[in-house]
């Protein structure tokens, strides 16, 4: 019978450590990239259904990434927020939607997706600065990047 030596329990340890990562990477690509025009961001939300999220990666010129989400409730109201919550965004784990509730991949706690735009705090989604423009939504980039700061 053969030992077990270092070299096996290193070469366990990264297959571990790279089967995390892997899942991590891959559990979340569902992020659509925008990037701005003229200092704007312009989403078009008319095919946007009630009870429905879409992510997106927001990156622009300097490599700033900022990923933050648009759904719509079941009034037909357009929420907008960060993919992060004020407590835990060091780790990345952002949200994801269940029915009409916004689950915080961390905390496993949830909010409703009609209180998205009403303000964040604690493991609820942190809100993001937007307009309407008919079905247009627009944003800017700096009130895009200041959000920032929870994906640096």
């Known amino acids: 019978m053969k030992r077990f030596t270092p070299l096996y329990g290193i070469l366990i340890v990264l297959l571990f450590v790279g089967a995390a990562v ?20 312009r989403i078009d939300v008319a095919s946007l259904p009630t009870q429905e999220v879409r ?5 622009n010129h300097g490599n700033q990434e900022v990923k933050f989400f648009v759904g719509r409730d079941g009034d037909g109201t357009v929420q ?5 919550s004020e407590t835990d965004y060091k780790r ?4 994801r939607l269940e029915g009409e509730w916004l689950v915080n991949n961390k905390c496993d706690t949830a909010s409703r997706l009609t209180e998205v735009n009403g303000g964040g705090g604690g493991c609820r989604p942190v809100p993001l600065k937007h307009r309407l423009d008919g079905s247009t939504l627009i944003m800017t980039e700096t009130d895009i990047l200041a959000g920032w700061r929870y994906f640096r």
């Open 92 to 95: 990345k784990l952002g949200f």
């Open 80 to 84: 907008v927020a960060f993919d992060a």
């Open 22 to 41: 892997s899942a991590s990477y891959l559990g979340r690509s569902g992020y659509e990239r925008i990037s701005p025009q003229d200092g704007m961001v």
């Open 55 to 59: 992510f997106y990666r927001f990156l």
